[in-house]
């Protein structure tokens, strides 16, 4: 489904590549998850596979397809649901989806229907007509999933979709990635909650200084690293345990 080969990104004026000659294959219907530290180049990564950032080198198809001849054939293929919010905040949650599901060629009563389907399963339909300023994170957080789901993609890129948001929220938002990834759905997603990929990924992969430095199922990794007990302590014996701030 997607295979990614010695893919590498540096920034203008940086000293060190972001994500440096990356090899990957990621499986149809997998849930896979990109852990790594703060910098460890897991946004930069996505954001090559959705085509917001140009690759240094390097390249990647999905579904047999990749960006330079079949761009406009991809953005139907694929949903992106960013880090921050990708919403109009002075418009309701309708609106926003409305606005949202018509950029991705959705129209009539088929995109009404569709969103007010959506709406429902993650519990905000008595909120449709709420304007988004005024919802919690966690309330935008779905908001923001469902406008990335309007148009049914096989490839679905998440970038922190549960940070910040309440436990009900977040087990709402795990529950409908998992109905997805059942429907047939590819599911790529960034987090630094370990305990929530170990539970939710069919297999991972943790990136430091831009290259994967272990991959495969949780329970595997668990196993194979000494005294581990958890996906946590797997971590922290591949990165360390010193503090990645940077400003």
Known sequence: ?????????????????????????????????????????KTTLISMLCSLLKPTSGSFIINGLNFKDHRNQLKQLIGIVPQEYALYPTLTAYENLYYFGSMYGLKGDSLKNTINEHLEILGLSRFANKRVVNFSGGMKRRVNLIASILHNPR????????VGVDVQSKNVIIGHLEALSRSGATIVYTSHHLNEAENFCTRVAIIDHGMIICKGEPEVLIEQQ???HSLEDVFLAKTGKALRDHA
């Open 1 to 41: 489904m997607i295979q990614i080969n010695q893919l590498s990104k540096k920034y203008k004026g940086a000293e060190a590549f972001s994500v440096s000659d990356l090899n990957l294959h990621i499986e149809e219907g997998e849930i896979f998850g990109l852990l790594g530290p703060n910098g460890a180049g």
């Open 226 to 228: 000494k005294n581990a």
């Open 155 to 162: 490839v679905l890129f998440l970038d922190e979709p549960t």
